[in-house]
């Protein structure tokens, strides 16, 4: 993956010809954090393997995690 490959993000419903269709998709969630999707009804998806940006946002992921010790976000509050 090269700087600028990901153009854009959109969260919708998808038709299965477009799924189908597409170059690579994933599951990404606060659980799973990113899980390359291969295969959709025993067809492949792309070439049938953990696509670019997916690796790179895992990569990423891991990364992050790696830096932080600790993945707790604290937060105060102001007195209002």
Request: hydrophobic fraction near 45%; proline fraction near 6%.
């Amino acid at each position: 993956m090269q700087q600028g490959d990901l153009k854009d993000i959109v969260v919708d419903d998808i038709s299965v010809e477009v799924g189908r269709a597409a170059a690579e998709m994933m599951l990404v969630g606060s659980s799973i954090k990113v899980a390359p999707v291969v295969q959709w009804d025993g067809q492949p998806i792309g070439d049938g393997k953990p696509g670019p940006i997916a690796k790179k946002l895992l990569d990423l992921w891991n990364e992050d995690r790696i830096r932080a010790a600790d993945q707790l976000i604290p937060l105060t509050y102001a007195d209002q």
